[in-house]
């Protein structure tokens, strides 16, 4: 498959009066036409903010993109002008937010919110756009499209917000989705029917999905590929098989370990990882994940360890990446 | 949305007679009356028996409950009574002043409008930048000056500058023409008081609006407009400035009402016969017949423009007209 997506060292900060947030530090990974990468880490780690960052959606002030560069089908994306940035907002690259209660516009029609878009990057008349409206209303799986389309946001529950959410994505035709914690605000039975939404309609279409999470566990079903980030780097990142059944990076076990797997038998004990992820404004050279790991030794506080080749695609950012294997069987 | 309406006016009438109930009894609450502020005024001396007469007559000596009844059943015949000082019927003594404090009052709303929504917006837009500044100053400035005393500088400035320029001074007309039969004359007296007063009126509602479009800014349905890709124009003009008027037009609401009975100094700077300016006659002469109906229109021009903004609400919010 054909690279879309590469994004390479970009690096996203935060100026704001109690020091610089290195929200997202020197991240590289791609997306391929039509796959689906996933992107998980803790809270805080800065997966909103790289999401926000491919489509320079990030406030400023206080927020910047200080480096690094986003090719997305042979154009960087931080080197347009506003006005092509734009074009490519919505367009060829949509979102879906976290938020469906707040992501809608209270006070305009369902019908307007999702033809607004196709009328404005397709030029479709109004009348072609409610048509074509309709259909991805009836795609997303949202019964009576016509009555929908004339009502507002709060006549729909979370779980039909979200699925609005996603046939205004969808809208265009974009080659890709960036959908931030899509189900995160959602209860648990409409999460899966929402997940599985998105997997089949972007396997159906061909569009390739970056899907953020801080969940684990969900990610494996759905994804081709995981980045796991921590405190504004990748630190891990490799296929769902490869993170999900060989993870590498001490952080990445420590997320295994802390969420209910289907491969493991019912009732094996859950372990969070101890202590808090590190405050982004003071972080020093070393390894930001060495105060809560089991396995750092000295150089972890010297120097931060490079993504190192494990297997095929599969990269871990660690010192002790050799030894990583004994080490989890001996504890 | 019906029954949203409905619900509106329904709490009309109880409000109404809530404020007659209050204002009938808190006037006779006050020692003195018309009378005794006529005939005792002048410093002679009076027969008590001729103060009785004119009570009599005024009807003044009804027991009070009869008088609150009067006063009621007023308003369903259409009869409000006359003036205890003039003796001429209340409705026209309000209506001569009405048409004058109305026009005022509909046009420094139009200033204050035409100048509040656009500057605020911009504003707001170009948060931090000269020109933000520059709109901030001018409506800190509009707030700190009193209204009368943007008009004195109107007047003098009136003065000065056609001495300066014409040879000789130039005021404004005082006496009130409809803007129908002589449409400069009109505006030459009235043009002065709506501009200062609606300075400070766009003055509160630019900022306002300011507030309010930078809080709809920060919102995540307008992050997701960005990431639609639509245009800072269509950002604003279609998804934020919606939301961000319901507190525009709650401010312009309340200063409207104030407007329409609260003109008092701004009246006597420009000499104009506004109802404010009755107002503070009817209450010196203890004019209960005039003083309450003024109060009791005061209100009902709050209660109307209440219910006019609560209408502007529900076109503008979906949430509201389909509660
Ligand atoms: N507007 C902002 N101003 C200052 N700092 C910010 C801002 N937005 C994000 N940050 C900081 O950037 C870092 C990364 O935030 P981000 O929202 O990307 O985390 P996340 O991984 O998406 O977390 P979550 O799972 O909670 O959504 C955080 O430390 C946060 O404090
Ligand atoms: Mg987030």
Known sequence: MATLLQVRNLTTQFFTSSGTVRAVDNITFDVDEGETVAVVGESGCGKSVSALSILRLVPWPPGKIVGGSINFMGQDLLEMSNDDIRRVRGREISMVFQEPMTSLNPVLSIGLQLTETMQHHLGLSPAQALKRAAELLEMVGISEPKRRLAQFPHHLSGGMRQRVMIAVALSCEPKLIIADEPTTALDVTIQAQILELMKDLTKRLGVALVVITHNLGVVARYADRVNVMYAGKIIEMGSAQQIYHQPHHPYTLGLLASVPRMDQPRGTRLIPIDGQPPDLTRLDGGCAFRPRCRFAVDRCAQEFPPLENIDSGHVSACWRVKEINELKNAS | ????????????????????????????????????????????????????????????????????????????????GDSMWTGKPVTEEIGLRFKLSLQVALMATLVAVVIAIPLGAISAIKQDTWIDYVVRSFSIAGIAMPSFWLGILII??????????????????????????????????????????????????????????????????????????????????????????????????????????????????????????????????????????????VVLIAVVTNFVVDLVYAWLDPRIRYA
Request: with cysteine.
């Open chain 2, 156 to 297: 003098l400035g009136l003065l000065i500058g056609t001495q300066h320029f014409l040879g000789t001074p130039w005021m404004p007309p005082i006496e009130y023409v409809s803007p129908f039969k002589d449409l400069a004359s009109n505006m030459a007296q009235l043009i002065w008081p709506a501009v200062a007063t609606g300075y400070r009126y766009s003055a509160v509602a630019t900022r306002m609006t300011r507030s309010a479009l930078l809080e709809v800014l920060r919102e995540d349905y307008i992050r997701t407009a960005r990431a639609k890709g639509m245009t800072e124009k269509i950002i604003i003009n279609r998804h934020a400035l919606k939301n961000a008027m319901l507190p525009v037009f709650t401010i312009i609401g309340i200063e409207f009402a104030f407007l329409m009975g609260g003109l008092v100094v701004t009246e006597q700077v420009f000499n104009l016969n506004g109802i404010g300016k009755l107002f503070v006659e009817s209450v010196q002469a203890q004019d209960f017949a005039m003083t309450q109906q003024l109060v009791m229109l």
């Open chain 2, 1 to 80: 949305m019906h029954k949203y309406i409905a619900k509106r006016l329904l709490l009309i009438l109880p409000t109404l007679l809530g404020a007659a109930v209050l204002v009938f009894f808190l006037l006779r609450a006050i020692p003195g009356d018309v009378c005794e502020v006529r005939l005792a005024g002048s410093g002679l001396y009076v027969d008590e028996a001729e103060i009785e007469l004119c009570r009599e007559k005024l009807g003044l000596a009804k027991p009070l409950i009869v008088q609150f009844w009067d006063f009621i059943t007023g308003y369903v015949v259409w009869d409000l």
